[in-house]
């Protein structure tokens, strides 16, 4: 059975009893056996092994980061779980890969960033789709939490704010006092 | 120039408590220096040779004099009592303590300013023409439409870990002035047929190591549409940019490996979600950040001046400065004045604390309190009336900031160089300096006339070497400094990349060296022809033989080929 852990789903700290499958070395897609519960799967395995997974009840599928969104198109309604894997925290393809799923597929269900996943992205992710964070495991979750609050306002449009800010309020020089 | 609203102020604070908790994490080990590394970056703090540098954004270049002024403070409280003018049309300082960053922040958001952005692989300051608003050859004023990139590029959730980093620059006149051909987008305002406003839209320029021009991806976009298309690019990029190789991360590479027809395809293809959404810029938008660029109240001036047609009769050495460093304005009766950051003995760009609230000064009293910083490294007062520019140039003489050689040799665009920068591989500054010292006569220098001579320590190109019709570039040969010289590199509207002619020299040479492409150029130019011009004319083919013909001395000789360092 896996081993509950905590992730940041919907601004809150909340236990989670999903597994990632990650293909070792020697893995193939198609003959790696995917373990019983609720598991987040490489998308090539979801591929390989469609007919089968197909019968689950619930099963999630991660996207690599060089991946594009257009890949899980077919089988959005089919997820629980959509995650995107961040290598390294760098690495910027995956808000690419969220906004897409989000934006352009119109994907509703729970959008998981994995990886290296560190307090000061938070903000970005959820702006591009994100609404849930499993936070590197040497990391403090709850000061990790911190990270989605850092700005109260934003100037451009995302998944999170479809109208900018010169469209949604009224704006004005003031001097600052 | 642009106002903050709340919303501004807001963002801007809220910054400096998320950067003050940053380093406050850094400093309690809850933070590796690895993952600390790209949010300084993104807030201008860079780890140099001997301490930290930051570089402060100044949005397409445009400065108020409280602004300046709290640069002179910055320098005084923070660092020791001199910044540094860059390319980016930035400011920035050498001698800062990671400790005091937050409060330089926090210092700078009491006048609008920050240094969001100023580095790190995302969207940068985008910069544009030092001479926006004023130029007599402008056909629309870009600053609005630099605001409105400054805002949506501000903290963008989806391009803050992008490749690499990524420049823009917009050019509003004929002429182009913020080289937006050398940029990863470069945007050309221009009008149609019908008279309405757009952008040509540049993708795919840079210099660094693989120096390449923009390719032109769309003719005419109208202007509603500059944000929706720039996320298209940028979307484009940030997923199928190269990673695996910092060296060919940029744009330009991806750019270049699919053509620019198929990236203009894509980026097409990508645009087509987003166009006309609510992204889409509104009259409204672009009136309300115009307001911020409406002409200062100018007065009904004549074109000229008997006093001052007569200070100019009478004094060469104003008549000399009013050649080189006075510009047309478009208003009668006003002149933009280009304070010449560039006096020999002094490293490109180095400013004071003092010349700092000198200019703040200055730009109150005969500026409507604004001043603009140029890619070049130099400061603009862009609307001095005509009948004040003589007490101007005596007062700016003064403070070693009328140096008459804007555009001319000793106007060396220079990188801060192995001096400072833990990136170099050589030094440039000294380089900068014995060239100036060589060639201080300035008879000699007006004769030579329009010439750009850059410098750049390592093969980042900050220094824009390859757009230098003179272009140096520091590189390291068994862990010593060597020069490569380059020739044929222009920037504006013709713009090219130098030819390297040949092997690298060393330091000392160098002087020489220059003096020896000088003299083939006076020896074959034609009347009113420019050292570019024959460049071009003869190819580097003369320049080479001659720079090369004869051994020049590596240390300090006397005799003809004397070096001055």
């Known amino acids: ?177 | 120039m642009y106002r903050y609203d709340q919303y501004d102020h807001l963002i801007v604070k809220e910054r400096v408590a998320q950067y003050r908790d940053q380093v406050r994490r850094r400093l309690a080990d809850e933070l590796t220096e690895e993952e600390f590394l790209p949010l300084r970056l993104q807030n201008g703090l860079y780890m140099q040779r001997h301490a930290y540098m930051l570089r402060i954004a100044v949005p397409y270049g445009m400065l108020s004099s409280p602004q300046v002024r709290m640069f002179a403070h910055i320098a005084r409280k923070y660092d020791r009592g001199y910044g540094h003018l860059t390319t980016r049309q930035n400011i920035q300082f050498n001698w800062i303590n990671l400790e005091q960053s937050p409060d330089i922040l926090a210092e700078l958001a009491t006048v609008e300013m920050h240094a969001i952005q100023t580095s790190g692989n995302c969207i940068r300051n985008t910069t544009s023409d030092e001479l926006a608003g004023v130029a007599a050859d402008e056909i629309i004023d870009p600053r609005p439409y630099a605001e409105m990139i400054r805002e949506w590029s501000t903290f963008h959730p989806e391009f803050a870990f992008l490749p690499r980093k990524f420049k823009i620059a917009i050019s509003g006149a004929e002429q182009d002035r913020a080289a937006t051909a050398v940029h990863d987008i470069g945007l050309h305002v221009v009008k149609n047929a019908e008279g309405e406003v757009g952008f040509r839209v540049l993708v795919g320029g840079g210099m660094g190591r693989t120096p390449i021009i923009g390719s032109v991806i769309r003719e005419f976009l109208p202007w509603q549409h500059a944000l929706t298309y720039l996320e298209a690019i940028l979307r484009v990029y940030n997923q199928h940019g190269r990673r695996d190789n910092k060296y060919k991360a940029r744009i330009k590479i991806l750019v270049k490996a699919l053509s620019a027809e198929e990236f203009a395809r894509q980026v097409e293809a990508e645009w087509l979600d987003i166009k006309d959404g609510p992204a889409t810029l509104t009259v409204d938008e672009l009136q309300r950040i115009a307001q911020y660029f409406t002409p200062p109240p100018y007065e009904t001036l004549p074109a000229t001046d008997a006093g001052f047609e007569a200070q100019k009769t009478d004094n060469k050495g104003f008549a000399n400065w009013l050649k080189r460093n006075v510009k047309a304005h478009k208003v009668s009766g006003y002149a933009a004045v280009i304070l010449s950051v560039k006096k020999t003995g002094v490293p490109p760009g180095d400013i004071t604390a003092a010349q700092l609230d000198f200019v703040a000064d200055l730009a109150d009293q005969y500026s409507f309190g604004e001043v603009r910083v140029t890619h070049e490294q130099n400061l603009v007062l862009a609307d001095v009336k005509i009948s004040e520019l003589f007490t101007v140039w005596q007062a700016v003489k003064a403070q070693g900031l009328a140096t008459p050689n804007i555009g001319l040799l000793t106007d060396i665009i220079c990188c801060p160089g192995g001096d400072f920068c833990s990136l170099a591989n050589a030094k440039s500054i000294p380089i900068a300096q014995a060239i100036a010292e060589k060639f201080d006569n300035l008879d000699f220098q007006h004769d030579i006339g329009d010439i750009e001579l850059n410098i750049s320590g390592c093969i980042n190109a900050c220094g824009h070497h390859h757009v230098g019709n003179i272009g140096i570039l520091g590189v390291d040969k068994d862990g010593s400094e060597w020069y490569q010289v380059s020739i044929g590199g222009a920037q504006g509207n013709n713009t090219s990349i130098g030819k390297i002619i040949g092997p690298s020299f060393s330091a000392q040479q160098m002087p020489v060296v220059i003096e020896r492409l000088l003299s083939v150029y006076v020896q074959q130019r034609t009347e009113e022809e420019l050292f570019i011009d024959t460049v071009q004319r003869l190819g580097i083919a003369p320049f080479k033989e001659f720079v090369y013909a004869s051994p020049i001395p590596t240390g300090y000789t006397h005799g003809e080929d004397a070096c001055v360092y």
């Open chain 1, 1 to 177: 059975m896996p081993v509950s852990t905590n992730i940041i789903k919907n601004r809150e700290v909340v236990a989670d009893d999903w597994s990632v499958l990650r293909l070792n070395e020697g893995d193939s897609a198609d003959s790696v056996s995917v373990p019983a519960g609720r598991v987040i799967v490489p998308f090539s395995v979801w591929s390989a092994q469609r007919a089968q997974l197909l019968e689950r009840a619930e099963i999630g599928v991660w996207l690599a980061s060089d991946a594009q969104a257009d890949v899980a198109k077919d089988d959005l309604a089919r997820f629980s779980l959509i995650a995107v894997d961040f290598p390294k925290f760098t690495d910027g393809r995956g808000y690419s890969i969220a906004y897409n799923l989000r934006t352009r597929l119109g994907y509703n269900g729970e959008l998981r960033a994995i990886g290296d996943v560190l307090r000061d992205q938070l903000f970005y992710m959820q702006r591009v789709g994100f609404n849930a964070f499993a936070v590197r495991a040497d990391k403090d979750i709850n000061d990790a939490l911190k990270g989605l609050t850092d700005f109260s306002e934003k100037y451009q449009t995302s998944w999170d704010e479809k109208t900018p800010l010169f469209r949604r309020v009224q704006r004005q020089a003031v001097s600052q006092d």
